[in-house]
């Protein structure tokens, strides 16, 4: 068996310069894509920043990339004044269905996922699996099913009409199921079965600290995904008083013709985005803690 001395090994590779020039290549080549996907996601949101500043006057007559007779707050203003001050339960109706249903969807995700990890049962192979085809199926599919049903039982135009749907997040069982598997370890838990606690002691006070940051991340991303949530409400809902952001503004928007100017709209959809940074600067520690959890043992 033939041994390779370094030198054999670096005359192999290639001048040093080469490798550096390669290097150097391929990290300007990713900076550049890079680059592009920043530019590609940032340039709309700084168009809405930059539009929400102008008045009608000046929205289309102006560089729409760059700021000139700012009229923020009185743009402000009158998005609050508009319809009798409608949007700001627009805003109060997107945080309850937020809210309420990432809470409450991320509370039955933790324990669903955690009995699939930790409780052998039969059928929970195909439970699970279940589950996750589910998470392949675009929400937009039950949209009208859900209409049918709920129409059945007199719940259209009613707040539970958007509020209990989103309180089901397949993908939080998923990613719960993943992250108690991993992360809440079997010795733990038959200690504290020894020790005389119950399983829903087990649970909420020892397993649920430790999947913490699973939990953050199912509930940042379903209250993302209530808040943007469009076609459900405007199937189910009826009343301007409980609809929510989204289709307020969709409303607004096709209402043009009718006296509503394009900077209300545009405004009020840079507004609506707000609570969306704020949720995700809030949580954002605890997400990212939970993305590098268990990379490292």
């Known amino acids: 068996m033939t041994s390779v001395t370094p030198s054999a090994a670096r005359a192999a590779a290639g001048p040093p310069g080469r490798l550096r020039t390669s290097s150097l290549a391929g990290r300007a080549g990713v900076f550049a894509v890079m680059a592009l996907f920043a530019l590609y996601t940032l340039i709309p949101v700084w168009w809405l920043l930059v539009t929400a500043t102008k008045n009608s006057g000046y929205l289309f007559t102006t560089n729409g990339l760059w700021f000139s007779h700012f009229d923020l707050w ?30 409450v969807s991320t509370t ?3 324990m669903a996922g955690y009995a699939l990890a930790k409780y052998p049962f039969r059928g929970r192979d195909l439970t699970f699996n279940v589950i996750l ?17 709920f129409s059945q039982v007199h ?59 699973a939990l953050v991340t199912i509930f940042l991303f ?9 076609l459900l409400p405007l199937l189910m809902l009826n009343s301007d008083e409980l609809q929510p952001v989204t289709v307020g503004l969709a409303n607004w928007r096709e ?27 809030v949580l954002q520690r605890f997400w990212r803690s939970g993305l590098t959890a268990g990379s490292v043992k």
Do not use: C, H, K
């Open 74 to 103: 009185t743009n402000i203003r009158d998005v609050f004044q508009e319809q009798d001050g409608i949007f700001a339960r627009w805003l109060l109706n997107s945080a309850l269905y937020s809210i309420g249903g990432a809470a």
């Open 108 to 110: 039955l995700s933790a």
């Open 133 to 149: 085809g589910a998470v392949l199926i675009p929400d937009v599919m039950f949209a009208l099913p859900l209409y049918l049903m």
């Open 155 to 213: 719940l259209v135009n009613t707040y539970w009409a958007v509020f209990l749907p989103s309180v089901v997040s397949p993908f939080g069982v998923y990613l719960s199921r993943i992250y108690a598997g991993a992360s809440v370890p079997d010795e733990l838990i038959e200690a504290a079965r020894l020790d005389g606690a119950g399983e829903a002691r087990i649970f909420w006070r020892v397993s649920m600290p430790i999947m913490s940051p």
């Open 222 to 230: 379903q209250f993302v995904s209530i808040w943007n949530n469009y």
């Open 255 to 281: 209402g043009v013709n009718q006296g509503i100017p394009y900077n209300i709209t545009i405004t009020g959809a840079f507004l609506s985005v707000i609570p969306l940074i704020v949720a995700f600067l």
